[in-house]
């Protein structure tokens, strides 16, 4: 399997390197996986949902 690093993911992506640490850390991103310091993530992982957005939100009255 082939990976990239933070810097490439943020590249890909268009989020910042520590966005996408956070996302690792928080496991969103699936296959993701941390030798030694350093976060290898898949090349074809999908960028996580950015949840502080109102599209990564869901509507309140869908939260009952």
Same mark, same amino acid.
């Given at each position: 399997?082939?990976y990239?690093?933070?810097? &490439?993911?943020? &590249?890909?992506?268009?989020?910042?390197? =520590? =966005? %996408?640490? /956070? /996302?690792?850390?928080?496991?969103?991103?699936?296959?993701? %996986?941390?030798?030694?310091?350093?976060?290898? %993530? *898949?090349? @074809?992982? &999908?960028?996580? %949902? @950015?949840? =502080?957005?109102?599209?990564?939100?869901? *509507?309140?009255? &869908? @939260?009952?």
């Amino acid at each position: 399997m082939d990976y990239m690093t933070l810097k &490439e993911a943020s &590249e890909k992506w268009g989020v910042t390197p =520590r =966005r %996408i640490n /956070y /996302y690792c850390a928080a496991g969103r991103i699936p296959g993701a %996986i941390k030798m030694a310091m350093i976060w290898l %993530i *898949p090349k @074809d992982a &999908e960028k996580p %949902i @950015d949840r =502080r957005t109102r599209q990564g939100k869901t *509507p309140k009255h &869908e @939260d009952i």
